[in-house]
Every structure is written in structure tokens, then in C-alpha cells.
């Protein structure tokens, strides 16, 4: 098992910053991925960014260069720091910590961000 702590989010104003991030503990994969999606009322839910275990990274168009995601202080916590914030951000943000290779994995609780216009 996979326990996965998120922190951050909250309610900023368009053009604002946000710093979410994620701490992995458990059984832990050495070769994973962590990632943050995010699901907005009546929507499903999206990637936003993704990165491996050894620092490969990908986004979703939608980011468009806003958005930058890292290994934290230790090897398995993600960061996701958000520049540039629009209204069409505001969703449930959820971490998601897998086995390199695999499509399922485990998520957290999710967290609110709120972008006021």
C-alpha cells in the first residue's frame, strides 16, 4: 500500500500562483511515476503533469508553459507549481503515485483550487 499526503491549494486570483505538493510513503516502487490531475464539477478527470522517478516530465497542452512539476526534498514527493493561474484551472487537484509502466496506481484525497476572475 501506498499512502500519498497532499498539501497546498486554496483560493488565488487569476494571474496568481499556487504550490501544490505530494508526499508518497509505503510500499514505495523504486522505478515510479507521480503526477497531479485534476477533475472539475461535471467534467472528467484530466492529467495536468506527470513525472518520473528520474525526472522525466510531461504536461497536458492545457499548461502551456504555466506550470512546472519536480521531485521534492526527498525522492518521492512531487511538486507542482502553478504560475499563470486562470479561472478554467478551478478543480479538485488529485496526486497520483504508480509503478513505472503501469497504468493504476494510488491517488489522494484530492485538493480544492479555487481561481477567482
Known amino acids: 500500500q501506498v499512502q500519498l499526503e497532499e498539501s497546498g491549494g486554496g483560493l488565488v486570483q487569476a494571474g496568481g500562483s499556487l504550490r501544490l505538493s505530494c508526499a508518497a510513503s509505503?510500499?514505495?516502487?523504486?522505478?515510479?511515476?507521480m503526477g497531479w490531475y485534476r477533475q472539475a464539477p461535471g467534467k472528467q478527470r484530466e492529467m495536468v503533469a506527470t513525472?518520473?522517478?528520474?525526472?522525466?516530465?510531461n504536461f497536458a497542452a492545457f499548461v502551456q508553459g504555466r506550470f512546472t512539476i519536480s521531485r521534492g526534498n526527498g525522492e518521492n514527493t512531487a511538486v507542482l507549481q502553478m504560475n499563470g493561474l486562470k479561472p478554467e484551472d478551478t478543480a479538485v487537484y488529485y496526486c497520483?503515485?504508480?509503478?513505472?509502466?503501469?497504468?493504476?496506481?494510488?491517488w489522494g484525497k484530492g485538493t480544492q483550487v479555487t481561481v477567482s476572475s
Open positions: 509505503g510500499s514505495i516502487f523504486s522505478s515510479n511515476v
Open positions: 513525472i518520473t522517478s528520474g525526472g522525466t516530465s
Open positions: 497520483n503515485f504508480r509503478r513505472q509502466g503501469f497504468t493504476n496506481g494510488y
